[in-house]
């Protein structure tokens, strides 16, 4: 009965290459949230997905950020050209569709960006 | 707006009461979350409670919520060590669905 699973647990990139984050919801969960939590600040909502379908990306930057949930396979979080402000821990989180406001977080990918 | 507020840093002696506060802004919400985090790792529910009960217990734990004053806090007795961690008040707003929405995070720390 594993729980969410994320990875890489680090990644570490240089200015300008892309980062993937992959998040593997719990069995049975649909709903897949992404979080951005910066050194020393609070959890800030990113995008909020379906199986396929982006429900509410009102939290993701316009820019250089992308999201998808496969009707197979994991959730990707993307980040192109990555900048030193990208440095953060990503967190996803996964939801049932009966209970879907009860999210259970994953471990999170702590980015590094050089 | 959609604020959650919370204090940032409680610091307390180990055995003593803890008592972490939280005010939400959107009155219809239906359950109330309370998060921790420990260091270098996610968010771990914690404990929740109903938008019409005043108060739920649960071992060490007691939640109180003042529905007229959208005032939410978190009580853990006997604060041990292994207390030591941030924790997440988090509501439900609702928009186009149930959107939770997390306060800052108040960070715990337990003083031997």
């Known amino acids: 009965n594993a729980g969410v699973m994320q990875n890489p647990r680090h990644l570490v990139r240089r200015r300008g290459q892309e980062a993937r984050l992959r998040c593997s919801p719990m069995?049975?969960?649909?709903?897949v949230y992404w979080y951005r939590q910066l050194p020393e600040e609070g959890l800030k909502f990113m995008v909020y997905?379906?199986?396929?379908?982006?429900?509410?990306e009102s939290g993701m930057p316009k820019e250089r950020f992308s999201a998808e949930f496969p009707k197979e396979g994991p959730s990707i979080l993307r980040i192109q050209q990555v900048v030193r402000g990208d440095s953060a821990a990503y967190f996803c989180?996964?939801?049932?569709?009966?209970?879907?406001?009860?999210?259970?977080f994953g471990p999170g990918t702590r980015l590094t960006v050089l | 707006g959609e604020d959650v507020e919370q204090s940032l840093f409680l610091s307390v002696r180990e055995g003593d009461s803890s008592v972490i506060n939280c005010t939400y802004t959107?009155?219809?919400?239906?359950?109330l979350y309370w998060y921790k985090q420990e260091p270098g790792a996610g968010l771990q529910l914690l404990t929740y409670?109903?938008?019409?009960?005043d108060m739920k217990q649960d071992q060490r734990l007691t939640v109180l919520l003042n529905k007229k004053d959208k005032h939410l806090s978190l009580r853990i007795a006997d604060t041990q060590t292994g207390d030591s961690a941030i924790y997440f008040c988090?509501?439900?707003?609702?928009?186009?669905?149930?959107?939770?929405?997390f306060g800052p995070g108040t960070s715990l720390s337990v003083i031997p």
């Open positions: 069995k049975g969960h649909s709903h």
């Open positions: 959107d009155s219809s919400s239906t359950y």
């Open positions: 997905l379906q199986k396929e379908n982006i429900i509410d």
């Open positions: 988090a509501e439900i707003v609702k928009t186009s669905y149930d959107k939770v929405i």
């Open positions: 409670i109903f938008s019409n009960m």
């Open positions: 989180a996964s939801s049932s569709g009966t209970r879907e406001h009860e999210q259970f």
